[in-house]
């Protein structure tokens, strides 16, 4: 194990925000993960993931580990369905393609997010009408006092619309190491409901879509709304759509008869965060080096060169205005560090 000291994170965080850490260790293997811990030296750390869905706001005085466990395997399978297993370092999109490869069903829907798989169950990733845990099977993850590994399974998670036990009560006591996806191997069910995918499939010319048809659209959508954090720094959507009380709703659409919604239950209304930012008129907006992204206003943009003070104080006045303008609050669903 090589301990690197005062590296920039500028590389492994896709807002491309160039903080130090004052140490740093690439963790390949579960035995060196282990081993750090059984040290019990005190010091504090700090575990990265794909750096996909957090803002740095300053240098991170701690032994930051960056989880680089890879590798992919069936674990086992019936007619009808697979099980896949993916540790937590591997990439997500391309363990995605590999899925749909080996004509895989389950995960095409969520072409193209960024991140690693480990971090997927954290915040229970979603995009056009699937979320991971629809697919989720189970995952093992290291308990930081025992030492010992425990699987979650799919109920033990919790999982909620962009929330797990991992975001709750289970915070910074657990890595994941790896994740279990139970995924079909043939009568795939195809999500083509949702957004833009009916549309952009028709416009493909293509009646009676595949799963890879599917990933295709997806992709496709994604890059014409979504930055590339390859060329723009981001983390995805910044905020989470806020779901509110139908009594505050009512009063909203009163003011508001326009505004999209979707009802959850039937005392809930989940408001689309993007168009209540829209409307307050951040759109497109450039702050310097930094912004709204022009085609999608809940994905915050850094430019090259940003503080994520700077970020973070122009997510603070996105925040006073909705709730200003809107009676709505709306919280970050990156994690701001
Ligand atoms: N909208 C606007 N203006 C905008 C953006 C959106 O008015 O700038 C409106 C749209 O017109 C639409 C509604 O908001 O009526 C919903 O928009 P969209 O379907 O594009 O999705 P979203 O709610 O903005 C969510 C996820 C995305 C995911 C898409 C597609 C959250 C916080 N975000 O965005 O996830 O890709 O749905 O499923 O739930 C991410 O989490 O990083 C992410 C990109």
């Known amino acids: 194990?090589?301990?690197?000291?005062?590296?920039?994170?500028?590389?492994?965080?896709?807002?491309?925000?160039?903080?130090?850490?004052?140490?740093f260790i690439s963790i390949t293997s579960v035995t060196d993960l282990k081993s750090v811990y059984a040290a019990q030296d005190n010091s504090v750390k700090f575990i990265l993931g794909g750096g996909s869905n957090m803002l740095l706001t300053k240098d991170i005085d701690a032994l930051v580990m960056h989880i680089n466990l890879k590798g992919k395997e069936i674990l086992f399978q019936t007619e009808e369905d697979v099980f896949v297993k993916a540790n937590a370092g591997e990439n997500w999109h391309e363990f995605v393609i590999w899925t749909l490869e080996n004509n895989f069903g389950g995960l095409e829907n969520l072409s193209l997010i960024p991140g690693n798989v480990g971090t997927s169950p954290i915040q229970n990733i979603g995009a056009y009408g699937v979320e991971l845990k629809d697919v989720f099977h189970s995952?093992?993850?290291?308990?930081?006092e025992t030492l010992n590994i425990e699987t979650f399974t799919n109920a033990d998670c919790k999982f909620d619309y962009r929330?797990?036990?991992?975001?709750?009560?289970?915070?910074?006591?657990?890595?994941?190491?790896?994740?279990?996806?139970?995924?079909?191997?043939?009568?795939?069910?195809?999500?083509?409901?949702?957004?833009?995918?009916?549309?952009?499939?028709?416009?493909?010319?293509?009646?009676?879509?595949?799963i890879q048809d599917i990933s295709k659209a997806v992709i496709s959508?994604?890059?014409?709304?979504?930055?590339?954090?390859?060329?723009?720094?981001?983390?995805?959507?910044?905020?989470?759509?806020?779901?509110?009380?139908?009594?505050?709703?009512?009063?909203?659409?009163?003011?508001?008869?326009?505004?999209?919604?979707?009802?959850?239950?039937?005392n809930e209304v989940k408001v689309p965060a993007g168009w209540l930012i829209e409307?307050?008129?951040?759109?497109?907006?450039?702050?310097?080096?930094?912004?709204?992204?022009?085609?999608?206003?809940?994905?915050?943009?850094?430019?090259?060169?940003?503080?994520?003070?700077?970020?973070?104080?122009?997510?603070?006045?996105?925040?006073?205005?909705?709730?200003?303008?809107?009676?709505?609050?709306i919280e970050a669903e990156v994690n701001i560090i």
């Open 1 to 23: 194990m090589h301990i690197e000291h005062n590296i920039s994170l500028k590389q492994y965080n896709t807002f491309g925000i160039d903080v130090k850490a004052r140490q």
């Open 139 to 144: 995952c093992d993850a290291l308990n930081l």
């Open 163 to 210: 929330n797990s036990i991992f975001k709750q009560e289970a915070k910074g006591k657990y890595i994941i190491l790896s994740v279990v996806f139970k995924l079909t191997k043939k009568n795939h069910v195809l999500h083509t409901n949702y957004g833009a995918i009916a549309s952009k499939l028709q416009q493909m010319q293509i009646s009676t879509p595949t």
């Open 221 to 266: 959508i994604r890059q014409s709304k979504l930055p590339d954090p390859n060329n723009i720094g981001n983390s995805g959507s910044f905020f989470k759509n806020p779901i509110i009380s139908k009594t505050e709703f009512l009063k909203f659409q009163e003011n508001f008869p326009n505004a999209p919604h979707y009802a959850i239950t039937e």
């Open 279 to 329: 409307t307050a008129g951040f759109k497109g907006k450039t702050f310097g080096n930094y912004g709204v992204h022009k085609k999608q206003a809940l994905v915050l943009v850094n430019y090259g060169g940003a503080s994520g003070m700077d970020i973070l104080k122009l997510s603070k006045l996105i925040q006073d205005t909705v709730l200003r303008l809107f009676n709505i609050s």
